[in-house]
């Protein structure tokens, strides 16, 4: 994988505009911590007993982008994409922490992109005052951006420290 652009989110712009400008500099975060490893570097543990892994951030955003920008904003009926379903929707792999070994690093990757591709799809066709049902009631597509930039931002973090780990890259 090479390193992706950045984009950097605008310095003067519209709510919309700033928020999907966030998001979006946030992802690309993401895969450029993942840029230049091979498969064992992404399917490594942070450090025990942590499961962590950069492969399994990667999971784990795939399931998130699907929770909020499907399941949530736009109703639909999608299931868990790793794991069984079980235990508050996360399933047997805590939502995608784990590297699964037996999904191909290509097909993890790939099954990301297409999450944040619906996610960007069915909120450029609502207002940021649109909400969907969460189980505590109604959520904007607004306190969506929000939350998923806290998300992202959160869990990079982790990505930075296994990133250091793995080969002593820090930045990005």
Request: aromatic share 8%; proline share 5%.
């Amino acid at each position: 994988m090479s390193s992706p652009d950045r984009p950097i989110p605008p310095f003067a712009a519209d709510e919309r505009s700033t928020l999907e400008g966030w998001l979006d500099f946030h992802r690309a975060t993401l895969a450029a911590k993942c840029a230049g490893l091979d498969e064992e570097q992404l399917r490594a543990a942070s450090t025990p007993p942590s499961p962590i892994s950069l492969l399994g951030l990667v999971r784990h955003m795939a399931e998130v982008e699907r929770n909020w920008f499907r399941r949530i904003l736009a109703g639909e009926e999608v299931g868990v994409i790793y794991g069984d379903g079980e235990d508050g929707g996360e399933g047997a792999d805590s939502g995608g922490f784990t590297t699964g070994e037996e999904v191909p690093v290509a097909e993890v990757f790939a099954t990301w992109e297409a999450e944040v591709a619906r996610a960007r799809a069915n909120a450029a066709a609502r207002a940021l005052d649109d909400t969907g049902r969460f189980e505590y009631g109604e959520v904007s597509l607004r306190w969506i951006y929000v939350h998923m930039i806290e998300e992202y931002a959160r869990h990079n973090g982790h990505a930075d420290l296994v990133r250091e780990r793995i080969d002593g890259r820090t930045g990005v």
